[in-house]
């Protein structure tokens, strides 16, 4: 079955470039944004669909899950997580997505919020002993 991809909104690259990254052994370097949005889709009710946050490493494309759940009957749904991304190069392009099994008529984004789990330090900043 083919998903259909909506896009919810893009993440301006202000909020990315402020995240503080952490080295790991196995994803090169991960950085972690709280994401939220609240969703309005009609004709959706109980249908499941997912959170997702797309965004380019260099020249590859790559997307994380956030959340999963349903419109209530009114079609409204609540879909928020912290999105861990890893990078080998930079984040770039990041995007939040909506996700369905079913194609996706009508998507009205109520409010969508984006915003890193912990700030970078000030480049001329240095730590304390």
Known sequence: MQQQDS???PVPSGIVD?????LTA???RVADFNVAAWLNLPGMADLPVSLLVSYLDGDRRREVAVDHGRPN??????LSGIARLPFKQKIEQ?????????????????ELFVQAVELAE????KARA
């Open 7 to 9: 896009l919810i909104g």
């Open 18 to 22: 402020v995240a503080r990254s952490s």
């Open 26 to 28: 196995f994803d090169g």
């Open 73 to 78: 009957a009114k079609g409204k749904i609540l």
């Open 94 to 110: 990041m995007q939040v997505r909506l996700r369905a099994a079913v194609p996706i008529k009508s998507l009205l984004v109520d």
């Open 122 to 125: 000030p480049a001329g900043r």
